[in-house]
């Protein structure tokens, strides 16, 4: 498939920042299968209030994207930034239109018995969505063809699915081992 999308990588920083690297690596410079929009680490001053971390992320770097990509570790659903990434992909707006959405299970994603994943361990936002079929969740794969199906779906769901967009977003990181409702 030749077909390249303009990505948004949303992952956790701290603990999966060695996959981003690969994924990026392998699907943007070696293959040229994506163009990559991801926040990188420094980008965003930490100490910016919430709302002004929300609008730099939707308006400079998820402007232009037409699908995100999740990186889903075992502590990613933790995130308030990959929250709202993930709900800021999901708005339809006049500047920023609306991305496809994947999860990519990461090696590091701690797996139920029968090769199963929980639930209650990916971003409660990316379940949503899932569960409405408005995005689609994989393990992880180094196959360039696969990732880039996977990417290309995404990309033609966002106009045939309505996503899901109305849980409060995080208003800071989460702790624990499970979400629940």
């Given at each position: 498939m030749?077909v390249?999308?303009?990505v948004?990588i949303?992952?956790?920083?701290a603990?999966d920042?060695?996959y981003k690297?690969?994924?990026?690596?392998?699907?943007?410079?070696?293959?040229?299968?994506?163009?990559?929009?991801s926040?990188?680490d420094?980008?965003?001053?930490?100490?910016?209030?919430?709302?002004?971390?929300?609008?730099?992320?939707r308006?400079?770097?998820?402007?232009?994207?037409?699908v995100?990509?999740?990186?889903?570790?075992?502590?990613?659903?933790?995130?308030?930034?990959?929250d709202?990434?993930?709900?800021?992909?999901l708005r339809?707006?006049?500047?920023n239109p609306?991305?496809?959405?994947?999860?990519?299970?990461l090696?590091?994603?701690?797996?139920?018995?029968?090769?199963?994943?929980d639930?209650?361990t990916?971003?409660?936002?990316?379940?949503?969505?899932?569960?409405?079929?408005?995005?689609?969740?994989?393990?992880?794969?180094?196959?360039?063809?696969?990732?880039?199906?996977?990417?290309?779906?995404?990309?033609?769901?966002?106009?045939?699915?309505?996503p899901?967009?109305?849980r409060?977003?995080f208003a800071?990181?989460?702790?624990?081992?499970?979400w629940?409702?």
């Amino acid at each position: 498939m030749s077909v390249r999308h303009r990505v948004f990588i949303s992952y956790h920083h701290a603990l999966d920042q060695v996959y981003k690297d690969r994924f990026y690596t392998l699907f943007h410079q070696h293959a040229e299968a994506m163009v990559d929009q991801s926040v990188w680490d420094g980008d965003i001053d930490p100490n910016v209030s919430t709302e002004t971390a929300r609008r730099t992320i939707r308006d400079r770097y998820l402007r232009d994207t037409t699908v995100t990509v999740v990186l889903v570790g075992r502590e990613t659903w933790q995130r308030k930034h990959v929250d709202w990434e993930i709900g800021s992909s999901l708005r339809d707006t006049q500047y920023n239109p609306r991305s496809g959405l994947l999860g990519i299970l990461l090696p590091t994603y701690q797996m139920l018995r029968g090769n199963q994943y929980d639930a209650h361990t990916i971003p409660p936002r990316l379940w949503d969505n899932i569960q409405g079929g408005f995005a689609s969740i994989h393990p992880w794969s180094d196959s360039v063809a696969n990732v880039q199906g996977w990417i290309h779906e995404a990309f033609i769901r966002r106009r045939t699915h309505l996503p899901v967009n109305s849980r409060t977003h995080f208003a800071r990181n989460r702790a624990g081992e499970r979400w629940g409702d």
